[in-house]
């Protein structure tokens, strides 16, 4: 979602440099910011549109009648955020004219955003000692690891043990802030807590919680992770009952010159995995996605074109998105698959038969066909 606070101030700041008029749209099409401020609080049909059916760009040169909210001619790029569609940024005038600017304009937004989100989101600790070693290792840059280890020695924390980062979300409380300041007090006294497990706060209702394993449970940490979230969302119960907590688990670590980048890992999979509504989320299974999203459209379009042209032409594509999709969320289960669509199998298998003719790729019994597969969704969820 974006925030229109940082909508309003973008277009402020832009508005001097440029006579053309801009609007920012959020995910529901609603113009939230623009250079013609009578227009704020307006729908926009073809941001409605573009955002519903995952429209990277639309050229609009003629007005018609079917477009309520759209005033002029100008072009319409989509914003997303880890492959989502969250919004769109629009520039009205000459087309031809302004899609350069309106890309321009796209990349400085998208940019800045991020840069927003990534300082919204800073771990901190409640003790000087910690929240200047929650700096070193998630906010200086380059890492100064010589450093890291100095503070650490002093709070007598060791580098070299393994642990997993665990993202903490507790949701649906209006006191959230509190109930998760009560748990990071009660924590060092918890039966699972170790010496050596470091605990960070990150906003409103988020903590982040490097969790000690020993070297013989690596294999099986994620039977460790669960039974430390059992005992979590006990802790959250006796505060306040009935609420939910979800977590997001990255990979186990033992080198502190790695937990600021798995941080922003986590937090990558923290704004991917809004649209599902899972428990428990492990990095490790999102790895495909996660590398596609640090991939550019222009890197990967000579290896994947042709592949979204031949679905668009001879298929529909929300069909292929959710088979695909439904595949991929059930590690290519044609029975799984067809459950979670609510079909007969049978339908689930003629689909892929076709996506089979069609790209001459057998996505349920070769590997390479299933990565090759996912990264063709995850592309054209980009395009």
Same mark, same amino acid.
């Not at 986590?266 to 999203?293: G, H, P």
């Not at 990967?300 to 979204?308: E, G, K, Q, R, T």
């Given at each position: $979602? ?10 402020? &700041? ?14 529901? *099409? ?19 549109? $573009? ?8 050229? %609009? ?34 087309? @031809?004219?302004?899609?350069? /600017? ?18 919204? =989101? ?5 003790? *000087? ?8 290792? +998630? ?10 280890? @100095? ?11 393994? &642990?997993?980062? /665990? ?26 807590? @170790? ?14 919680? +490097?969790? !000690? ?7 099986? #940490? ?16 006796? !505060? ?9 688990? *990255? ?5 502190? @010159? ?22 428990? #989320? =492990? ?7 996660? $590398?596609?999203?640090?991939?550019? %459209? ?8 042709? #592949?979204?042209? /031949?679905?668009?032409?001879? $298929? ?7 088979t695909i999709g439904a595949l991929i969320e059930t590690s290519m289960n044609l029975s799984e698959a067809a459950e979670l669509l609510y079909l007969h199998k049978n339908t689930v298998a003629a689909r892929v038969k076709k996506i089979k003719e069609l790209l001459g790729i057998s996505p349920l019994t070769s590997i390479r066909d299933a990565i090759f597969m996912t990264a063709i969704y995850n592309y054209l969820n980009m395009v």
């Amino acid at each position: $979602m974006i925030n229109q606070a940082f909508a309003e101030q973008f277009i402020r &700041r832009i508005r001097s440099q440029t006579d053309y008029n801009i609007n920012i749209m959020n995910e529901h *099409g609603i113009i939230i910011a623009s250079c013609s401020e009578e227009r704020v609080g307006t729908f926009h049909a073809t941001a409605f549109r $573009m955002i519903t059916n995952n429209i990277s760009i639309n050229v %609009t040169e003629d007005l018609t009648e079917d477009l309520p909210g759209v005033t002029s001619p100008g072009v319409n790029l989509l914003l997303r955020e880890n492959l989502i569609p969250v919004g769109v940024i629009g520039v009205s005038g000459d087309p @031809s004219t302004v899609m350069s /600017l309106a890309k321009l304009i796209k990349l400085s937004f998208e940019s800045l955003y991020d840069y927003e989100l990534q300082r919204e =989101f800073l771990p901190t600790a409640s003790t *000087g000692a910690m929240s200047h070693l929650a700096r070193l290792l +998630f906010v200086d840059r380059p890492v100064n690891i010589m450093r890291i280890r @100095s503070q650490a020695a002093e709070l007598g924390i060791t580098e070299h043990v393994n &642990r997993y980062p /665990l993202l903490i979300e507790y949701v649906g409380c209006e006191s959230s802030e509190l109930v998760l300041s009560r748990f990071a007090e009660d924590y060092p006294n918890s039966p699972s807590h @170790s010496p050596n497990d470091l605990l960070f706060c990150i906003g409103g209702n988020l903590l982040l919680l +490097f969790k !000690q394993i020993d070297e013989t449970t690596v294999a099986t #940490y994620r039977n460790q992770i669960r039974l430390c979230i059992e005992e979590i969302d006990a802790w959250f119960e006796s !505060q306040v009952p009935g609420q939910k907590s979800r977590y997001i688990c *990255g990979t186990v670590q033992n080198r502190f @010159s790695y937990y600021g980048r798995i941080y922003e890992d986590i937090m990558w999979l923290y704004r991917y995995r809004q649209k599902k509504e899972l428990k428990v #989320y =492990f990095l490790a299974d999102y790895l495909t996605e996660y $590398m596609m999203s640090q991939i550019s %459209t222009e890197t990967m379009a000579p290896l994947l074109d042709i #592949y979204v042209r /031949l679905i668009r032409e001879h $298929m529909d594509e929300s069909i292929f998105r959710e088979t695909i999709g439904a595949l991929i969320e059930t590690s290519m289960n044609l029975s799984e698959a067809a459950e979670l669509l609510y079909l007969h199998k049978n339908t689930v298998a003629a689909r892929v038969k076709k996506i089979k003719e069609l790209l001459g790729i057998s996505p349920l019994t070769s590997i390479r066909d299933a990565i090759f597969m996912t990264a063709i969704y995850n592309y054209l969820n980009m395009v």
